[in-house]
T-cell receptor, first 114, second 112 residues
Framework: DTAVSQTPKYLVTQMGNDKSIKCEQN?????MYWYKQDSKKFLKIMFS???????INETVPNRFSPKSPDKAHLNLHINSLELGDSAVYFC?????????????FGPGTRLTVL | GNSVTQMEGPVTLSEEAFLTINCTYT??????LFWYVQYPGEGLQLLLK?????DKGSNKGFEATYRKETTSFHLEKGSVQVSDSAVYFC???????????FGKGTTLSVSS
């Protein structure tokens, strides 16, 4: 049973297109996240959702928008894709609450913008 | 702001060698500390964690001790295997339990 799943695993698209990445967790966690890993493998938080409310947004362009239909899903929509958006995007989830709650990551979606 | 600094890689070792990957952090308050591992082509897996000073996290032969006096959380393993080849990330989570802040990762390559 996959705890955190993402689709698609690979996404190749042209500049200017709009695309979505889906994420689902079956751990019953209340908080979900999106991270971006660049070509040098540096990981940076993009968004997190807690009980369907956005709680942080780290200077991400507004072309990126997270959407959470329920607490088990957090999808990432990207409009007007740019070359610099090429990266691996990871979804994660954790229990709401104090620090120390472990985050569980999905397998990642490798986005390539041509 | 909060930050994590890891030793630069790559680290290249022979099988059964001793491993240390250094990690230091800057944070206000009392963060929780984590080590994650990323095998080639895969997502991140939690390796171990510690939530307060002097705690020792351990898993699969890896250990790390939360040292508040030196703001460090160094990863160690007594005898590495080829299967340990991966990228290792040190991370912290603040008391609010929001996002993880990661170090830049250290690539470990173990040869037989």
């Amino acid at each position: 049973d996959t705890a955190v799943s993402q689709t698609p695993k690979y996404l190749v698209t042209q500049m200017g297109n709009d695309k979505s990445i889906k994420c689902e967790q079956n751990l019953g966690h209340d908080t979900m996240y999106w991270y971006k890993q660049d070509s040098k493998k540096f990981l940076k938080i993009m968004f997190s959702y807690n009980n369907k409310e956005l709680i942080i947004n780290e200077t991400v362009p507004n072309r990126f928008s997270p959407k959470s239909p329920d607490k088990a899903h957090l999808n990432l929509h990207i409009n007007s894709l740019e070359l610099g958006d090429s990266a691996v995007y990871f979804c994660a989830s954790s229990q709401e609450g104090a620090g120390g709650r472990s985050q569980y990551f999905g397998p990642g979606t490798r986005l390539t913008v041509l | 702001g909060n930050s994590v600094t890891q030793m630069e890689g790559p680290v290249t070792l022979s099988e059964e060698a001793f491993l240390t990957i250094n990690c230091t952090y800057t944070a206000t308050g009392y963060p929780s500390l984590f080590w994650y591992v990323q095998y080639p082509g895969e997502g991140l897996q939690l390796l171990l964690k510690a939530t307060k000073a002097d705690d020792k996290g351990s898993n699969k032969g890896f250990e790390a001790t939360y040292r508040k006096e030196t703001t460090s959380f160094h990863l160690e393993k007594g005898s590495v295997q080829v299967s340990d080849s991966a990228v290792y990330f040190c991370a912290l989570s603040d008391q609010a339990g929001t996002a993880l802040i990661f170090g830049k990762g250290t690539t470990l390559s173990v040869s037989s």
